[in-house]
């Protein structure tokens, strides 16, 4: 079965700067969409990065020039370096994913991890 695993949550000051891991495990296909998703108090989820089955890339608009998805294959390992964080970036973030191609919603991701947490303080 697919397993997501994330990593590197914490808290850090304004401006600062974070890298999330999410391990991932028992993909059965070769083409998949792996995304980063967060719930910050009081909003909605959101996905600020996917990196699509075709492998193009996407950021939400709240992040972008500060944000950078990559995944290395052979380690299985999906990242999202984070810049300059806001104190409107705390949140959990999710590693999630699907088969194909990358959902229109993020309620359709199918598999999730168990999130880690990011705080940023002004």
């Known amino acids: 079965y697919v397993q997501l695993v994330e990593s590197g949550g914490g808290s850090v000051e304004a401006g600062e700067s974070l890298r999330l891991s999410c391990t991932a495990s028992?993909?059965?296909?070769?083409?998949?969409?792996l995304a980063w998703v967060r719930k910050s108090p009081g909003k909605e989820r959101e996905e600020v990065a996917r990196i699509d089955g075709d492998g193009s890339i996407g950021y939400g608009g709240s992040v972008k020039g500060r944000f950078t998805v990559s995944a290395d294959n052979a380690k299985k390992t999906l990242y999202l370096q984070m810049n300059n964080l806001k104190p409107e970036d705390t949140g959990m973030y999710y590693c999630v994913s699907e088969y194909g191609t990358c959902p229109s919603w993020v309620d359709e991701y199918d598999y999730w991890g168990q999130g880690t947490q990011v705080t940023v303080s002004s």
């Open positions: 028992g993909f059965a296909h070769s083409r998949w969409c």
